[in-house]
T-cell receptor, first 116, second 115 residues
Framework: AQTVTQSQPEMSVQEAETVTLSCTYDTSESDYYLFWYKQPPSRQMILVIR??????QNATENRFSVNFQKAAKSFSLKISDSQLGDAAMYFC?????????????FGKGTKLTVNP | DGGITQSPKYLFRKEGQNVTLSCEQNLNHDAMYWYRQDPGQGLRLIYY???????QKGDIAEGYSVSREKKESFPLTVTSAQKNPTAFYLCASSSPPGQGNSPLHFGNGTRLTVT
């Protein structure tokens, strides 16, 4: 079974600094998708970024970028120029490409605190 | 604006009572999902539905039931058989189904407390 592990229950960063959140996953599949979701205090889940496993180029969305290491099964999220609004729970998630979103498996999350 | 509406935001019930959580979407999405979130845990899939009048069990379906009579609606009933019903419940939708790159759109959630 696929599993997603986020080894950092909590992280903190100073405003304007850079922080990296870790995620590893376990799968025997070669074609899949990886996601980072953000859950602010409002508790609504928001998609931050996604990566197709067949693409070698790391995905980027403004201040958010990933370091996707397929062989190591690692998918870390880098947040640059951290802002107070980035404070939230961040969840890493995995999905089989043929399975659709119903096969989405989530990690347990990392709570990010941004210090002014 | 299109979106997913979950109601109510907070729900309180006595042990032994069934309770139904509402989820409505106007995004014209085919697929809908129910997740449960507990403190220190990720999201766990309860049930999902890819088309009207069809649904499948997720990883933790025991003690829950759903229906999908309309494309827009996917209510979740928490039955008295659910041993630990107190949790935060999130509804989501996506379109089209069957493609792994179809991101989920989430509602704002319902916090259920059973005493």
């Amino acid at each position: 079974a696929q599993t997603v592990t986020q080894s950092q229950p909590e992280m903190s960063v100073q405003e304007a600094e850079t922080v990296t959140l870790s995620c590893t996953y376990d799968t025997s599949e070669s074609d899949y998708y990886l996601f980072w979701y953000k859950q602010p205090p409002s508790r609504q889940m928001i998609l931050v970024i996604r990566q197709e496993a067949y693409k070698q180029q790391n995905a980027t969305e403004n201040r958010f970028s990933v370091n996707f290491q397929k062989a190591a099964k690692s998918f870390s999220l880098k947040i640059s120029d951290s802002q107070l609004g980035d404070a939230a729970m961040y969840f890493c998630a995995y999905s089989l490409s043929r399975g659709g979103s119903e096969k989405l498996v989530f990690g347990k999350g990392t709570k990010l605190t941004v210090n002014p | 604006d299109g979106g997913i509406t979950q109601s109510p935001k907070y729900l309180f019930r006595k042990e032994g009572q069934n309770v139904t959580l509402s989820c409505e979407q106007n995004l014209n999405h085919d697929a809908m999902y129910w997740y449960r979130q507990d403190p220190g845990q990720g999201l766990r899939l309860i049930y999902y539905s890819q088309i009207v009048n069809d649904f499948q069990k997720g990883d933790i379906a025991e003690g829950y039931s759903v229906s999908r009579e309309k494309k827009e609606s996917f209510p979740l009933t928490v039955t008295s058989a659910q041993k630990n019903p107190t949790a935060f419940y999130l509804c989501a939708s996506s379109s089209p189904p069957g493609q792994g790159n179809s991101p989920l759109h989430f509602g704002n959630g319902t916090r259920l407390t059973v005493t």
